[in-house]
């Protein structure tokens, strides 16, 4: 069929049987390559459900360690790692979980020195980062290189997810032009999230990527997909590039890799 074990025809057998994947679709996963931005709130479900699905190439990019703090939303990581890189303990999760899947891990910042380096070798980059600075950096390092960003956000009771296409749409830019001034925006502590949220947000930004990776479906690139969890209520936003985006537009004045103050959100 495609060259796939026993163990793998039974792992996937799910996916092979739906006529939209089968074992061409299971194929294209196996050898995809994917970077996971963050191991946080974010990070935990979009990886863990992309390493199930049989991704077969996952980078996971991030400096932190295992808080205690961490572990209401943060479901890769468990209690007995508390002080592990979360790099670390999410490659032994998902070890645990699939071994055909080749983790590699990148226990640093990211930041206009590396990002490039980082994102080679890529096809798709999930953004599931927590703060301002590193959501703009990653915008416009994907622009630049022509990464498709699978974008996801959560605050309080409330989650966004899109797709940012280079190809296909507009940028994070043109939805957020400049990153917001110091002081506007809660920090982590102070902000607070539903754990759950970051389940949501987090596993349907794994939906995007596969349906990416597998050539069905119609993306997020172009929409904001907003989810209220108070009111159990999505709404569907459309985007529209903006001509004057100082990345995307057509008269583009970003053409270098800069670092922002950093601005902390929540994941």
């Known amino acids: 069929m495609t060259d796939f074990t026993d163990e793998q025809i039974e792992r996937y057998s799910r996916h092979i049987i739906l006529p939209e994947v089968g074992g061409v679709g299971q194929r294209k996963m196996l050898d995809a390559r994917v970077l996971m931005i963050g191991a ?9 459900y992309l390493a199930a699905a049989g991704i077969g190439h996952l980078g996971i990019v991030d400096f932190d360690t295992v808080d205690l703090s961490n572990l209401q939303r943060q479901i890769i990581h468990s209690t007995e790692r508390i002080g592990m890189l979360k790099t670390e303990s999410a490659k032994k999760t998902i070890a645990a979980l699939n071994p055909d899947v080749n983790v590699t891990t990148y226990n640093e910042r990211i930041s206009s020195q590396n990002i490039k380096e980082l994102f080679e070798g890529y096809d798709y980059i999930v953004d599931g ?3 301002f600075a590193t959501r703009f950096l990653i915008n416009d390092a994907c622009v630049l290189m022509n990464k498709i960003n699978i974008h996801g956000s959560i605050f309080r009771f409330e989650g966004q997810a899109t797709v940012f296409d280079p ?13 917001p001034p110091p002081g506007l925006v809660p920090n982590c502590q102070e902000g607070g999230v539903l754990g759950v949220l970051a389940g949501i947000i987090g596993n349907i ?4 990527t596969l349906k990416l990776v597998l050539g069905i479906g119609d993306s997020l690139a172009g929409k904001l997909l907003i989810y209220d969890a108070l009111n159990t209520e999505f709404r569907k936003l459309k985007l529209k590039r903006d001509v004057n985006c100082p990345v995307c537009g057509d008269n583009p004045t970003i053409k270098e890799l800069i670092d922002y103050e950093e601005f902390c959100g929540t994941a």
């Open 40 to 48: 946080g709130g974010l990070g935990s479900p979009a990886a863990y």
């Open 167 to 179: 190809k296909n749409g507009p940028c994070y830019r043109c939805l957020y032009p400049e990153p």
């Open 205 to 208: 930004q794994a939906v995007e």
């Open 129 to 131: 980062s927590d703060n």
